[in-house]
Each structure stands twice: as C-alpha cells, then as structure tokens.
C-alpha cells in the first residue's frame, strides 16, 4: 500500500492544483484525500497527438455540479491512441486518487473505448500495456460504465487536451484560470470608475 500511495503521490505532485489550505501539517508528505461516498461522477476524456505536440484533457463531474478539468501537456512523443489512453488511464488515477467509487466514463475515441470493453482486438502491440492497466484501474471502482459519446459532446476534454498540446510550458506546471464573464469589460469599467465619469 506504502508504494502505491507514493506511486500516487508522485502523480498528484507532477500536477499540483491551488489550494485554498494547507493539506496537513501534521503528516509531512502525505496526501490528503477527500471523501467522497456514494457520489457518482463522470469523466470524460480525450488526448491530442500531432507532429510536435502531445496533451491530454480530463473532465471529472461529480453528480452535484462539482467539476475538475484537467490539462496536461506530454514531454514525450506517442501515437493519437496511445494519446488517448494516457488521458484514459491519468483520469482514472487522478479519480481513485480523490477516492471515486463509482465512475462513468464518456469518451470519443472510438477504439479506447471498444477495446476497454473487449469489443475491439488489440492490434496494436504498444498498446497492450495501456489495456491491461485500463483492466487493473477499472477493476478498482465499486461501480464503472464506459460508452462512446460524440466529438461533439466531448469540447470541454478536447479544448483541455489541444490546450495541454499547444502551450509552451517553462518548468514543471502552470496555472490557467478560464473565468466566465457576464459583462463587457465596458460596463464593469463603467461601473468602477462611476464616479470619476461623472
């Protein structure tokens, strides 16, 4: 258990998040984990492999609205497939990590998804690796559905690995904030500087 929670722990520090409190102060070096029971939650998926750039995008939602998108840029080539499965297997990780039971999975590579569900043949052999730990992690939920869903309806994890693929990144992470804006910029300036306008 020791080495499989560093083995996570390694994982988690590639990607570090914000966070609004310190984890624990108390046990220097672990990782805390939220509790999560019952709750189910979807993640879709997807990778992004062209010439020079490889980047991967996850979507964790849970059942009340809570959402973690993740973006991930790889420092080493692969395939679109192997793409997709590192993106497939780097959300199933990060979910059990946060301590997911029961997981749905939708994602738009058509081949991930039929060969996790025994549909398709593994042809490829650089492949096999990625499919015998889809196995493993899989395994690991109380509760796990994987289905196809359209390009369409998977934008939010294809934006997130196009964005991982086409950023240059100095050291090992940065930090994006996409907020909503409900107004022109003009009107909140209006706004601020109302008194001055007058």
Same mark, same amino acid.
């Given at each position: 258990?020791? @080495? ?6 390694d ?6 998040? /914000? ?6 102060e108390e046990?220097?070096?672990? %990782?805390?984990v939220?509790? !999560? ?10 990778g ?22 993740? /973006?991930?840029? !790889? ?7 192997? =793409? ?10 990060? =979910?059990? @990590? ?6 749905? %999975? ?6 991930? @998804? /039929?060969? %996790? ?5 593994? +042809?490829?052999?650089?492949? %096999?690796?990625? +499919? ?19 390009? /369409?309806?998977n ?24 907020s +909503? ?6 009107? @909140? ?10």
């Open positions: 258990m020791a @080495v499989k929670s560093q083995a996570i722990a994982l988690l520090a590639q990607f570090p998040g /914000s966070e609004e409190c310190s984890l624990s046990i220097p070096g672990e %990782v805390a939220m509790e !999560l029971p019952g709750k189910k939650w979807t993640m879709r998926f997807d992004s492999a062209t010439a020079t750039s490889y980047g991967l995008g996850i979507v964790l939602s849970s059942e009340d609205g809570d959402t973690l998108p993740l /973006s991930f840029k !790889l420092g080493f080539s692969c395939s679109n497939n192997a =793409a997709e499965y590192e993106a497939y297997l780097t959300g199933l990780t990060i =979910a059990l @990590v946060i301590g997911v039971k029961h997981m749905r %999975v939708l994602g738009d590579s058509n081949l991930v @998804v /039929s060969q %996790v569900k025994g549909d398709f043949a593994l +042809r490829e052999q650089s492949l %096999v690796a990625y +499919r015998t730990w889809a196995q493993r992690l899989e395994q690991e939920f109380q509760t796990f559905n994987i289905e196809y869903t359209q390009r /369409s309806e934008r939010f994890a294809d934006a997130l690995a196009t964005l991982g693929s086409q950023m240059s990144i100095k050291g090992k992470n940065t930090l994006i904030t996409v +909503r804006q409900e107004h022109s910029i003009i009107e @909140v300036l209006r706004r601020m500087f109302s008194k001055e306008l007058k």
